[in-house]
């Protein structure tokens, strides 16, 4: 199984109730039940106000490589990439568990 973690840092002057933004996170939400590739998917707003704390994660799993590229290349995980691509950087880790 491989874990996959995503980080999004909201750009400056972007706020979590921006319309870009709850539209990039609603894109996102329902990933877990369009993308057959996706064992275990959960992804929200952090509710912390801290500094160096990222402003939205995703907590996902696969079984293997081949289904994190699919996942990946996905059309509806794109279309989720591209909304945040205008709004946001992000960070990720994937690692097997």
Request: charged share 25%; aromatic share 12%; with cysteine.
């Amino acid at each position: 199984m491989i874990r996959h973690l995503v980080l999004f840092k909201l750009n400056d002057g972007i706020a979590k109730d921006d319309p870009r933004a709850v539209a990039a996170a609603d894109a996102l939400r329902p990933l877990g039940g369009i993308i057959p590739e996706l064992t275990f998917w959960e992804c929200d707003w952090n509710i912390t106000d801290r500094p160096i704390a990222y402003d939205f994660a995703i907590n996902s799993a696969v079984e293997d490589t081949g289904a994190l590229k699919r996942y990946l290349d996905h059309p509806a995980h794109q279309a989720g990439v591209a909304l945040w691509r205008e709004i946001a950087t992000w960070v990720i880790a994937d690692y097997e568990f």
